[in-house]
């Protein structure tokens, strides 16, 4: 199973563009790396998910490099309400569902 | 569109006593369902998941069940809780069999379960 590691925390300022870096070393060939944002006592919601390159949606981009030993997920020009716990996970469907979560990315964005 | 609801909120329980936590899904079909449940400050710990009506698979060994008696209706019990299920209890669900598809989609907001 596929462990990821990232930072515990991280500080930004609104306007600013955050990168939050993953870590999965022994990613699997089958693996998708997937990132969610979680608020107190709230579920996580997902933002975005990717297999390899680069993908980009309404609220997030995906940058996953060729050996995709690491992915960053980029989040351009943040607000206050970004504020909150940034998860990174990683898993296939052979793994019977047991993907591993780690304690994720507190992001704290000021004014 | 594709909302899942989840209840109580918030709960209170006695050492000993049962539980009964609800989950239903609304704008999708044949989803797979999970029940986490989350320490303060840590990641998820997958519970169950189910991939159909009365199909449950359990990750980890405890004194929690799970059943799914209807296609968008997830249901997490115990007969008598410990102190240890204290936590926070989330639903969640996916769509699919491809690659990809088993990293779940949508969360519910949720239960706080406290046991006293």
């Known amino acids: 199973l596929a462990k990821t590691t990232q930072p515990i925390s991280m500080d930004s300022y609104e306007g600013q563009e955050v990168n939050i870096t993953c870590s999965h070393n022994?990613?699997?060939?089958?693996?998708?790396i997937t990132w969610y944002q979680q608020f107190p006592s709230q579920g996580p919601r997902f933002i975005i998910q990717g297999y390899k390159t680069k993908v980009t949606n309404e609220v997030a981009s995906l940058f996953i490099p060729a050996d995709r030993k690491s992915s960053t997920l980029s989040l351009p020009r943040v607000s206050l309400s970004d504020t909150a716990v940034y998860y990174c996970?990683?898993?296939?469907?052979?793994?019977?569902?047991?993907?591993?979560w780690g304690a994720g990315t507190k992001l704290i964005i000021k004014p | 569109s594709q909302t899942i609801h989840q209840w109580p909120a918030t709960l209170v329980q006695p050492v000993g006593s049962p539980l009964s936590l609800e989950c239903t899904v609304e704008?999708?079909?044949?989803?797979?369902l999970y029940w986490y449940r989350q320490a303060a400050g840590r990641g998820l710990q997958l519970l169950f998941y189910s991939v159909g009506i009365g199909q449950i698979s359990s990750e980890v060994p405890q004194n929690l069940s799970a059943s799914r008696p209807q296609d968008r209706q997830f249901i997490l019990s115990s007969k008598k809780l410990l102190l240890s299920d204290s936590g926070f209890y989330l639903c969640?669900?996916?769509?699919?069999?491809?690659?990809?598809?088993?990293?779940?989609?949508?969360f519910g907001d949720g239960t706080r379960l406290s046991i006293l």
């Open positions: 022994n990613i699997a060939t089958n693996d998708y």
């Open positions: 704008g999708t079909s044949n989803p797979n």
């Open positions: 996970l990683v898993g296939d469907e052979d793994s019977n569902y047991q993907l591993i």
């Open positions: 969640a669900w996916s769509v699919g069999t491809g690659q990809g598809a088993w990293q779940p989609q949508h």
